[in-house]
């Protein structure tokens, strides 16, 4: 990635005029459009927990959005016991970020994201007449969060791929 490239680059001369965006602490290179919009995207975990979770909730009180917050749940906690059993570092210009204080493998957004998207799918599957478009519709999200998360440089490409495929760090 470019991104990742531009971010050793500036870590070896002059630190960049960074930016972070209000409550969130993820930081974009100023001036950079594509790094604003991939710093949202890199929010997607956050607008689905709070916008799609108390929507849910409020409305619908069904088993199926408890069994959903169960999954994400577990599957936040192992990704936690991974993250602290391997200790992989996130990349050398994480003082840039001040996002050094955390492991980078496995990618807690990219986990997220990629849980969503497949259990929407699975869910989408069994029940949408239009099960095929509806299927496939979060999986754009899930692979831009993915590429927002490198290129804004918190984690390596093998970081990030881990979550996506469950095999390995590359």
């Known amino acids: 990635m470019s991104g990742a490239t531009d971010y050793q680059e500036m870590a070896a001369s002059v630190p960049p005029s960074l930016k972070a ?20 995207v890199s929010l997607v975990p956050v607008f689905i927990s709070l916008g799609g979770f108390v929507s849910h909730f409020l409305f619908r009180r ?15 906690v192992l990704n936690e016991i991974i993250k602290h059993s391997v200790a992989q570092s996130r990349p050398a210009y994480c003082e840039l ?22 259990y929407l799918s699975l869910l989408s599957l069994r029940r949408s ?17 993915m590429l927002s998360r490198v290129y804004l440089g918190y984690h390596t490409v093998a970081q990030v791929r ?9």
């Open 21 to 40: 965006i209000t409550l969130t602490h993820v930081r974009y290179r100023r001036g950079d459009p594509l790094g604003l919009f991939l710093a949202w």
């Open 62 to 76: 069904e088993l199926q959005g408890l069994c959903f917050a169960a999954g994400l749940l577990v599957s936040q």
């Open 97 to 118: 970020l001040e996002a050094c204080d955390s492991h980078g493998w496995p990618s807690s957004h990219s986990q997220y994201v990629f849980f969503f998207a497949t």
């Open 129 to 145: 007449r239009a099960r095929q478009v509806m299927a496939a519709l979060p999986w754009p999200l899930a692979f831009l969060t």
């Open 162 to 170: 881990a979550p996506e495929f469950r095999i390995r760090s590359d």
